[in-house]
């Protein structure tokens, strides 16, 4: 079993639709969470980060932890075309490097 | 949010010859820095962990005498592509972990795309 778990996707939506994007991990010392954007032939680029449970909101997008369950989500609202990209969650514990998953291709639809 | 620079964003090379990428935390320090290397439609490959002042850590399979890394400074580090090869073609990119914030987010370059004749 990966530590890190994506659906590769792809995910094909409608323009407007809300989007979720998950990641199941298996390493309970996790505690930090990101999720990073990448366009094609572009470095990921920061989109959210948590730390241990909960949720966080940041204009259309929010970031959901459940370290009971080891699930991280993030959900994109009223999506738009520009929102299409890899989307690569990323975790860590104390004094440890992160951990990607492989990454969720995300096209929405005009 | 931090800002990484990464030189050059493409280059072209003869086989054989080789090339360096610099990578560069322009607002933060960085005494750790990472590179990958990305196929398309790939996820990043951890290649090494770069160390302010120190030997770089890499990862297995990546050949540390092929992949040169420096991490000279706190806002610099270089990695270089000895005598390369048609199948070291890719997608390479560094990120740098901003020490200075207590989540230690990670920040990446813009990737440098590398192609050898």
């Known amino acids: 079993q990966k530590e890190v778990e994506q659906d590769p996707g792809p995910l094909s939506v409608p ?50 932890v459940d370290k009971s369950s080891k699930y991280i989500s993030l959900f994109i609202r009223d999506s738009q075309p520009s929102d299409s ?26 | 949010g931090a800002v990484v620079s990464q030189h050059p964003s493409w280059v072209i090379c003869k086989s054989g010859t080789s090339v360096k990428i610099e990578c560069r935390s322009l607002d933060f320090q ?21 160390n302010e002042g120190s030997k770089a850590t890499y990862e297995q399979g990546v050949e540390k005498d092929k992949f040169l890394i420096n991490h000279a400074s706190l806002t610099l580090s270089t990695l270089t592509v000895t005598s390369a090869h048609p199948e070291d073609s890719s997608f390479y990119i560094c990120s740098a972990r901003d020490q200075s914030s207590s989540l230690g987010e990670l920040f990446f370059g813009e990737g440098s795309r590398l192609t050898v004749l």
Request: aromatic letters at 18%; hydrophobic letters at 35%; proline letters at 4%.
């Open chain 1, 15 to 64: 323009e407007g639709a809300i989007v979720s994007l998950n990641c199941t991990y298996s390493n309970s010392a996790f505690q930090y969470f990101m999720w990073y954007r990448q366009y094609s032939r572009k470095g990921p680029e920061l989109l959210m980060y948590t730390y241990s449970s909960g949720n966080k909101e940041d204009g259309r997008f929010t970031a959901q």
């Open chain 1, 85 to 110: 990209a890899t989307y690569l969650c990323a975790m860590r514990g104390y004094g440890q490097n992160f951990v990607f998953g492989p990454g969720t291709r995300l096209s929405v639809l005009p």
């Open chain 2, 30 to 50: 960085a005494t750790t820095m990472f590179w990958y290397r990305q196929f398309p439609k790939q996820s990043l490959m951890l290649m090494a962990t770069s």
